[in-house]
Every structure is written in C-alpha cells, then in structure tokens.
C-alpha cells in the first residue's frame, strides 16, 4: 500500500501562486510515476500533470502548460506542484496519485493509489 497526503491548498486571488505537497509513505515512492488530478465542483476528475519516477518525463494537460510545474523528490517521499498565475477556473479539489508503474500515464485508471486531496479556491 501506499499512502499519499496533499497539504497547500488554499484561498487566493487571481495572479496568484501556491504550491501543493504531496507526501508518500508505505511502498516506494522512487520507484513510482506520479501525478497530479483535479475535480471541479460538478465535473470530473481530470488530468493536471505527471511525472515518471526520475523526472526524466513530464507531461501537462494544455490548460495549465506554461502556469504549473509538477517535480518531485525521491530522497523526500514528496511530490510537489508549483502553481502559478491561478486563474478562478483552476478552483478544485487537488489529488495526487501513485503508479504501480515507473512510466507516466495521463488516464485516471492507470494510477493505484490516491490522496485525499486539497482545496484550491481562486477568486477573481
């Protein structure tokens, strides 16, 4: 099993940036592609960004290539989203996610294990 636990959600202004935390515990986390998701109030979850398990690949959904950065750090258990020029449409609950794969994948199904999430609220 793997846990995983968001924190750095917030309130904040349009323009502004946030950082999000996502700590791993139980299986190895190095070993594991990671990523981002997002659910909306109303909508479903979908895909923010992901990256294999050393950095090596990357990927961004188009609405937020350019404003978000996902990294990690192994030595830390930790994945991490830098969020910046927030707009009121990425509002949303925030979950990280785990593979059983090292590779990065976009489709929600092939991620195993989930977090909890954390509330990001950007107001205009």
């Known amino acids: 099993q793997v846990q995983l636990a968001e924190s750095g959600g917030g309130l904040l202004q349009a323009g502004g940036s946030l950082r999000l935390s996502c700590a791993a515990s139980g299986r190895t986390f190095s070993n594991r592609a990671m990523g981002w998701f997002r659910q909306a109030p109303g909508k479903e979850r979908d895909f923010v960004a992901a990256?294999?398990?050393?950095?090596?690949?990357?990927t961004y959904a188009d609405s937020v290539k350019g404003r978000f950065a996902i990294s990690r750090d192994n030595a830390k258990n930790t994945l991490y989203l830098q969020m910046n020029s927030l707009k009121p449409e990425d509002t949303a609950v925030y979950y990280c996610?785990?593979?059983?794969?090292?590779?990065?994948?976009?489709?929600?199904?092939?991620?195993?294990?989930w977090g909890q999430g954390t509330q990001v609220t950007v107001s205009s």
């Open positions: 990256i294999n398990w050393n950095s090596n690949s990357i």
């Open positions: 996610a785990a593979r059983s794969s090292s590779n990065i994948a976009l489709y929600i199904g092939s991620y195993d294990y």
